[in-house]
């Protein structure tokens, strides 16, 4: 008999450092799950992330078990790390806060490209892009 999802998941855990405290124990907690076998294998396998948060999906299962898969480091946080800024623009269309370069951008669809919505580099360049200007970045030529 196939297992029945009851529900799915999306946290931000910062990389190598997910504990029993919230967000991960109150979420795990509350689905009655063993947040230990989450903590340790998450923990061992985003080690050489450190310091940097990470997208994690998880499907719940009927049977009290669970899986999840890591999506890496969010596309904003990559591209304020590139640009240098803390935060983007409150008003993004008026107020720039930095600029992009193509390289850097071409990096960023490099390393997103399985997650986003794209069937090419060129393709994943302009979501990136568009993250961007949502923030206030600005797309160098």
Same mark, same amino acid.
């Given at each position: 008999m196939?297992?029945?999802? =009851?529900?799915?998941?999306?946290? #931000?855990?910062p990389?190598? #450092? ?14 009655g799950?063993? @947040?230990?076998?989450? =903590? ?6 985003? !080690?050489?992330? @450190?310091? !940097?948060?990470?997208?994690? $999906?998880?499907?719940?299962?009927d /049977?009290?078990?669970? +899986?999840?898969?890591? %999506?890496?480091?969010?596309t904003? /946080? @990559?591209?304020?790390? !590139?640009?240098?800024?803390?935060k983007?623009?409150?008003k993004? $269309?008026t /107020?720039k ?14 390393a997103?490209?399985d997650? %986003?919505n ?6 994943? !360049? ?8 949502s @923030?206030?970045? +600005? =797309?160098?030529?």
């Amino acid at each position: 008999m196939a297992k029945t999802v =009851i529900g799915n998941i999306k946290l #931000r855990i910062p990389a190598g #450092r997910a504990t029993a405290g919230p967000p991960v124990g109150s979420t795990l907690g509350q689905w009655g799950l063993n @947040m230990m076998d989450f =903590i340790n294998p998450f923990n061992d396998a985003t !080690k050489d992330l @450190m310091g !940097k948060d990470v997208i994690v $999906h998880m499907k719940i299962f009927d /049977d009290r078990t669970f +899986e999840w898969k890591s %999506l890496g480091q969010p596309t904003d /946080d @990559m591209i304020r790390e !590139k640009v240098g800024i803390k935060k983007g623009s409150g008003k993004p $269309h008026t /107020d720039k806060v930095g600029k992009l370069t193509d390289a850097q951008l071409t990096e960023i669809a490099t390393a997103k490209m399985d997650q %986003l919505n794209a069937n090419d580099i060129e393709s994943a !360049k302009k979501v990136v892009a568009g993250t961007a200007r949502s @923030m206030g970045v +600005e =797309i160098a030529d």
